[in-house]
């Protein structure tokens, strides 16, 4: 789609624009699948545009073949996304200069605690635990973390589905940018590229929740307009736990199209005439465009499978 609001007549330029942003980690399952659903309809019903973007940035996790197969899969359901598909990997100049001005405004420091250091003083995963901030440490050979805003603003924002959220200021302690191999961590190359591609809306599953205050406090400190956050329930497993692997991708890849995305949009509450499994995809989205309801979702932070 590549008209919207200018090419039906309406009077709006201040047009949303969303995205999908699957790490090429894997194969699509129903946890990505969801989240592509839910950015999709939501920037359809809007008007808007929505764009593709693989982050392919972490080399050492990316799976060879999984963005092709990711790509294709998104066709084969009849996703349409507008414009070319952006590779994260290939932002390196525009991260690099957002380290730059980060270190401008003094808010970039050497840290050169480890997963085995963070392990051993028996601190939360990705804490810097040796007071680096203070230490004035080699850049060299050490990551390099975003010291957070202090003054809190980055802890509080209203999510479209999830509410106001407050976040605990212990909980978001400085967060590494770039890692120690010298990789742009996710928070910063995330927050550079909506704003490269003018995303207005995030849509994405609660699993991403939780690092809204570090990419908040990334624009802030930025200069960066924050967009607007939707947070979709996380697809777990019957008993509340995290979806395991072998699940993760069974719902998508053995069903016939137009059952994949009713999967998808019934764990999103909203449910398919009994006859969709056999459409074709086109009527599906048709389906799909006009009944989306979101406001079903408010307050929703997890789906169980099953349930
Ligand atoms: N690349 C992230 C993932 O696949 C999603 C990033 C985002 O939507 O902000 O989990």
Redesign the pocket.
Known sequence: MSTGAAGSGRASLARYIGRF???PTGDLHIG?LV?AIGSHLEARRQGGLWRLRI?DIDALRNVPGAAERIVEMLRRLGFVWDGEIELQSRHREAHDRALAALDRAGHLFACACTRRTIAAAGADDGCCVADCRSRRLPRDGNALRFRMPEDGRALRWSDRLQGLQQAEPACYRDVVVRRRDGLIA?QLA?VVDDAALGVTD?V?GAD?LGSTPWQLGLQQVLGLPTPQYAHLPLIVEPDGSKLGKSRRSLPVAGLKPAAALGAAMTLLRHTPPPDHQDWPVARFWSWAIEHWDPVRLRGLREVRLGG
């Open positions: 942003a699957p790490s990505s989240a982050e996710y995330v995030v994405r991403l």
